[in-house]
Nanobody
């Protein structure tokens, strides 16, 4: 069983930055895409950003220009930073590690999630 570890989160000030990280075992890290999701209270989980095996990031519109995700292959870790946080960014944040080969999902692991509360 592969476990993703997600430190970070907690109480964050409005306008402040959020920093999260997601660590995966070295045995899978090199072959996985890592994606970040969030689930606001009472709403569906939504994709925030992802980063390919080669380190190419992409961002969904709500965070475009405010988010940065990067991977550190030496540490088997991916980080996410979102700036200019708003109250509506309060959510449980998750990382997901997956691998698709020939259209088939080969790996699919989720972190335990971390609660982020944006407060003024």
């Amino acid at each position: 069983q592969v476990q993703l570890v997600e430190p970070g989160g907690g109480l964050v000030q409005v306008g402040g930055p959020l920093r999260l990280s997601c660590a995966a075992p070295g045995s899978v890290f090199g072959r996985i895409v890592v994606a970040w999701y969030r689930q606001p209270p009472g709403k569906l989980r939504e994709l925030v950003a992802d980063i390919t095996r080669s380190g190419t990031p992409s961002y969904e519109d709500p965070v475009k220009g405010r988010a940065t995700t990067s991977r550190d292959n030496a540490k088997n870790e991916v980080s996410l930073k979102i700036t200019s946080l708003k109250h509506e960014n309060t959510a449980d944040y998750y990382c997901r590690a997956y691998n698709i080969i020939g259209g088939s999902l080969q790996d699919n692991y989720w972190g335990q999630g971390t609660q982020v509360t944006v407060s003024s």
